[in-house]
Nanobody, 116 residues
Framework: QVQLVESGGGSVQPGGSLRLSCVVP????????LGWYRQAAGKEREWVAG???????FYEDPVKGRFIASRDSAKNTAYLQMNSLKPEDTGVYYC??????????WGQGSQVIVSS
């Protein structure tokens, strides 16, 4: 039914920054924690960051101190600010609920390439 659309990806050099955005339907945004996931080539999709309904953010160890997850209730939008990007951050990034119990929400993702 509803497929989320991520935006903001691109190609950057190591140490660069990108900000991903994801507009979420109000009924989902209001009642669910939101998460960011990524899938590297040849790997399965993995959770990297999330933010609860209360606004508390959580991160996978490799991105702690570099990524910041946030949510804007006025815009029903989730964000992932990515700083000090490393080559190992390369992959396709997706947003969904956290946990991602609604498979239908998976969209095309936004590609992030970190390379010199």
């Amino acid at each position: 039914q509803v497929q989320l659309v991520e935006s903001g990806g691109g190609s950057v050099q190591p140490g660069g920054s990108l900000r991903l955005s994801c507009v979420v339907p109000e009924n989902i945004f209001k009642w669910n924690g939101l998460g960011w996931y990524r899938q590297a080539a040849g790997k399965e999709r993995e959770w990297v960051a999330g933010i609860s309904v209360d606004g508390n953010a959580f991160y996978e160890d490799p991105v702690k101190g570099r990524f910041i997850a946030s949510r804007d209730s006025a815009k029903n939008t989730a964000y992932l600010q990515m700083n000090s990007l490393k080559p190992e951050d390369t992959g396709v990034y997706y947003c969904n609920t956290s946990p991602a119990y609604r498979a239908s929400l998976w969209g095309q993702g936004s590609q992030v390439i970190v390379s010199s």
